[in-house]
């Protein structure tokens, strides 16, 4: 039966838990590599990675340039990181929905180490949360030290003891209420069954469920039932390239292959065009970042074209890669006689400039407006410039913003 090691940021601060109930006064806590050598095989240890190492989200796939999506899924994803330090490793898809995992560089980097020291690349990693996979039915309470993780309906809420009692009033006063709570220690059974008891007693009083204390080890169902999750240290140190299927959307990328092709062969008719040669490099560096419309479109043939002449008459396009809020306006603002001129997105601020070709054109886009269920525009100006062309400034916000 595997033992496993936590890892936590501080390499010195690792923990060794076994398996067999009967060898828990043998857990201890020291430097990764020391509690590594007082192993005889260390093949079937599995990692766990603390919280504060590593955690696991998804994000939502747009039903429109889903390929394009996927292809650009980690800088989107960097967008919403606190900072730049960390790794992220993308899951196969699971229906409209694409898992990830954020993992710390300092910690690829321990685990690379130990692999290359101790010769384990294949073995397990999981991640702390995946020890206890909650449900409506059976909640999950870790105690270690004064820090406690409340385990339900499979999300998880960091807690103290002094904190206990506010945050269990939160949760069971928004979720349903489950039949089982078991707490779960890892060190000092009889300090963490004592501490068990007091907060024990809070719970009883909100709540009318059945509460059990077991040592974190002693149920292993939910940890063999989220091995299909585990990741290998080789996976986390040596991937190169994102895990994406995309034989679900050959529909999308193929019409992204043709569309290249299209567009190389505009780049070699148009180079020696000076006329050109501006709006051709502005379109080859943010074809992909900067799509406007569906590449699933029956339109096939004139999509290349219309996404050029959405971007063409940009002077300022986002450094980012937002790509669904492109989307988004694309959908708003796809009208006939509108041209862009300028687009400046900073976080939640979105400004635009447009060409617009005729009075109707300002009516259509005033529709298009007080329809949107997306976003709040204000119209900054309305001016003609010196060639008769209506010029219109919008500022637009999302609506939940």
């Not at 240290?233 to 995309?246: G, P, T, W």
Request: charged share 25%.
């Amino acid at each position: 039966m595997n033992d496993f090691i936590f890892i936590n940021p501080d390499i010195d601060d690792c923990a060794i838990v076994y398996a067999e109930k009967n060898n828990i006064n043998k857990n201890k806590k020291g430097n990764l590599r020391n509690l590594l050598s007082e192993l005889t095989d260390t093949s079937f240890v599995t990692f766990v990675l603390s919280r504060y190492c590593a955690y696991k989200d998804t994000i939502d796939v747009p039903p429109k340039n889903k390929s394009i999506f996927l292809k650009n899924a980690e800088n989107i994803i960097k967008q919403d990181l606190p900072g730049s330090n960390q790794k992220i490793l993308i899951q196969p898809l699971q229906g409209n929905q694409l898992p990830f995992i954020v993992i710390s560089d300092e910690t690829t980097e321990i685990l690379k180490d130990i692999k290359n020291q101790f010769k384990i690349e294949k073995n397990k990693v999981l991640l702390e949360r995946d020890l206890n996979q909650s449900n409506s039915k059976e909640w999950y309470i870790n105690l270690n030290g004064s820090e406690i993780m409340i385990h339900y309906n499979d999300r998880v809420l960091q807690s103290s003891i002094e904190k206990f009692k506010e945050d269990i009033q939160v949760i069971t006063g928004r979720e349903k209420h489950p039949d089982l709570i078991t707490w779960k220690y890892i060190f000092d059974k009889d300090q963490s069954a004592l501490k068990s008891k007091n907060l024990q007693l809070i719970v009883s009083d909100i709540l009318d469920t059945d509460q059990k204390i077991s040592y974190l080890m002693s149920d292993l169902g939910h940890i063999e039932n989220a091995s299909f999750r585990s990741l290998r240290i080789k996976d986390i140190v040596d991937q190169k390239k994102a895990n994406i299927s995309y034989s679900n959307n050959w529909k999308s990328y193929n019409y992204l292959a043709i569309s290249l092709l299209l567009f190389s062969s505009l780049t070699i008719q148009y180079t020696n065009t000076s006329q050109y040669a501006s709006q051709i490099e502005t379109r080859q560096s943010s074809i992909l970042n900067s799509m406007f419309r569906d590449l699933e479109s029956t339109n096939q043939i004139l999509d290349l074209e219309t996404v050029a002449s959405k971007i063409s008459y940009s002077n300022n396009l986002p450094a980012k890669n937002y790509i669904i809020t492109l989307n988004e306006l694309g959908d708003m603002f796809n009208q006939p006689g509108l041209k862009l001129k300028k687009l400046e997105i900073d976080s939640d601020d979105i400004n635009m400039v447009f060409i617009v070709d005729g009075e109707s054109v300002i009516n259509q886009i005033n529709t298009a407006i007080q329809e949107s269920s997306v976003f709040n525009v204000n119209i900054n100006s309305i001016q003609n410039d010196n060639q008769n062309k209506i010029i219109v400034s919008l500022s637009v916000k999302y609506k939940n913003a």
